[in-house]
């Protein structure tokens, strides 16, 4: 069974960091598609970074040059180091595994965590 837990998430005011990690069992990341995604209230859930299966890179524009993406492919595990943060930044935080497109596309991941929330105040 494939199980993704999501954690880091909190509140912050502006211009503040979060990292956000994902522990996943059951599916090796290491030569597999996993991203980052959020969805903020009354909006589409959209892509915010991922690994592609060749490990290539991929982010939304607007978080480029503020968010960094990684893998702990050891333990498993993928981060989300969130710098500069936003108001608009704020939402439920999802990691995907499997299936992830280079457009990073909420409609194609196999497997998604329950989410961790990310609050940023003004």
């Known amino acids: 069974q494939v199980q993704l837990v999501e954690s880091g998430g909190g509140s912050v005011q502006a211009g503040g960091s979060l990292r956000l990690s994902c522990v996943v069992s059951?599916?090796?990341?290491?030569?597999?598609?996993i991203a980052w995604f959020r969805q903020a209230p009354g909006k589409e859930r959209e892509g915010v970074a991922g690994?592609?299966?060749?490990?290539?890179?991929a982010y939304a524009g607007s978080v480029k040059g503020r968010f960094t993406i990684s893998k702990d492919n050891a333990k498993n595990t993928l981060n989300l180091q969130m710098n500069s943060l936003k108001p608009e930044d704020s939402g439920m935080y999802y990691c995907?595994?499997?299936?992830?497109?280079?457009?990073?596309?909420?409609?194609?991941?196999?497997?998604w965590g329950q989410g961790t929330q990310v609050t940023v105040s003004s």
């Open positions: 690994f592609a299966r060749d490990g290539s890179t």
């Open positions: 995907a595994a499997g299936g992830v497109s280079s457009s990073l596309s909420f409609r194609t991941p196999l497997y």
């Open positions: 059951g599916y090796t990341i290491a030569r597999s598609s």
